[in-house]
């Protein structure tokens, strides 16, 4: 069975086609109105969008909390394809941890 250009697309990671799914899936424009929707700085969004910060699991769970859309939906349109999720030992930071983590180290 051959896959579509559409059925392709959506199995690439791309940040920013997610966040403009979860805007048309909320009704708002923009990574402001975004943000506002699912309780996220817009400076955080802009940094998913560019890929300077990762998609994860903790804010899935949070994007899923303010949606209601499913992880494995979020996953989908992240294109996350895994099908287990391995955990780390390492301390999970929350988005703000993770923000004051990375401008400290920017300056």
């Known amino acids: 069975m051959e896959m579509n250009d559409q059925q392709r697309l959506s199995q690439v990671y791309d940040p920013a086609r997610f966040l403009d799914a979860l805007a048309l899936h909320t009704g708002v424009s923009g990574d402001a109105g975004l943000g506002k929707a699912l309780q ?11 890929r300077r910060y990762p998609v994860s699991a903790t804010l899935l769970l949070q994007i899923h909390d303010a949606t209601g859309l499913s992880v494995r939906e979020l996953r989908d349109l992240v294109g996350d394809r895994r099908r287990a999720v391995r955990m780390s030992d390492r301390r999970v930071l929350s988005p703000e941890e993770r ?6 180290r920017l300056t």
Do not use: D, G
């Open 40 to 50: 996220i700085s817009k400076h955080l969004l802009t940094w998913i969008r560019q």
């Open 99 to 104: 923000v004051k983590e990375h401008t400290r």
